[in-house]
């Protein structure tokens, strides 16, 4: 499995870097207007999104798993808090990532404003590479190299 988590934590890092630069990025090259708010590059970068959060919860499961100390009696070590904060962040950005993401595909839903949708997305493009980067390091170089 270590093949599999090598190349899993480089998708995790390359999409934290791809997301921070666009985001940073994006209103050098690209005019917002009522048309078209965002650049169409994000239609890629949505998907590589999806995936590393899909990866995210996976591998921060498992090393929650791996890390222990929820069993209420021994002590809560610094991995198993790392690998909760992971999971549970991941977990939170996946939640607005679908709910934003949806409103894509779906004009007709109105329930919030546009400039809504706008500061949530620029909230998970924060937050994305924090919470990739770390883990798809942790999975480069050498997590669980026991097994």
């Given at each position: 499995?270590?093949?599999?988590?090598?190349?899993?934590g480089?998708?995790?890092?390359?999409?934290?870097?791809?997301?921070?630069?666009?985001t940073?990025?994006?209103?050098?090259?690209?005019?917002?207007?009522?048309?078209?708010?965002?650049?169409?590059?994000?239609?890629?970068?949505?998907?590589?999104?999806?995936?590393?959060?899909?990866?995210?919860?996976?591998?921060?499961?498992?090393?929650?798993?791996?890390?222990?100390?929820?069993?209420?009696d021994?002590?809560?070590?610094?991995?198993?808090?790392?690998?909760?904060?992971?999971?549970?962040?991941?977990?939170?950005?996946?939640?607005?990532?679908?709910?934003?993401?949806?409103?894509?595909?779906?004009?007709?839903?109105?329930?919030?404003?546009?400039?809504?949708?706008?500061?949530?997305?620029?909230?998970?493009?924060?937050?994305?590479?924090?919470?990739?980067?770390?883990?798809?390091?942790?999975?480069?170089?050498?997590?669980?190299?026991?097994?």
């Amino acid at each position: 499995m270590s093949g599999n988590q090598r190349l899993s934590g480089i998708v995790l890092v390359v999409t934290g870097i791809v997301v921070a630069v666009h985001t940073v990025v994006e209103p050098l090259y690209h005019v917002s207007t009522e048309g078209s708010p965002y650049s169409p590059l994000w239609t890629y970068i949505n998907w590589l999104t999806l995936l590393s959060i899909a990866l995210g919860v996976f591998y921060s499961y498992i090393r929650t798993k791996d890390a222990g100390g929820s069993g209420g009696d021994g002590p809560v070590t610094r991995e198993y808090l790392v690998a909760c904060i992971q999971l549970y962040g991941f977990l939170f950005v996946g939640i607005l990532f679908l709910w934003n993401w949806f409103q894509l595909f779906s004009p007709e839903y109105t329930a919030v404003a546009a400039e809504v949708n706008s500061v949530v997305w620029i909230f998970i493009d924060a937050a994305v590479p924090l919470l990739t980067v770390p883990l798809g390091l942790h999975l480069c170089c050498g997590a669980r190299k026991s097994q």
